[in-house]
């Protein structure tokens, strides 16, 4: 892998974490797409830059859980970030830097 500063070799990897889960509303899961849609990869590799899409983690919408005194849906919250910590694993392991495109 390249040296961090190194922008001529280093290569993006590009990861989607559609997720709303620690909001107060839903809607926040559509970033990732939304940033895809305006061509941010396409305009990355534009500018020079070396980039691999990873793909999008599956989405996980807010719902409210009020179930015990800890805030509201700390259970999905916490399942999406386990799930990012393994996919950006993938991600180093490729050797690609991430850019990690989530909702909330």
Do not use: F
């Amino acid at each position: 892998m390249a040296p961090i500063g190194d922008q001529s070799v280093r290569t993006w990897g590009v990861l989607g974490v559609p997720t709303s889960a620690a909001a107060h509303w839903a809607g926040l899961e559509k970033g990732p797409a939304a940033l895809r849609g305006a061509g941010l990869v396409d305009q990355l590799r534009a500018a020079g830059c070396d980039v691999v899409d990873h793909g999008d983690l599956s989405a996980t919408r807010w719902v409210p859980d009020r179930t015990d005194d800890r805030p509201n849906n700390w259970r999905a919250a916490t399942g999406v970030i386990a799930d990012s910590r393994v996919a950006i694993g993938d991600v180093l392991a490729g050797g690609h830097h991430p850019l990690v495109l989530g909702g909330d």
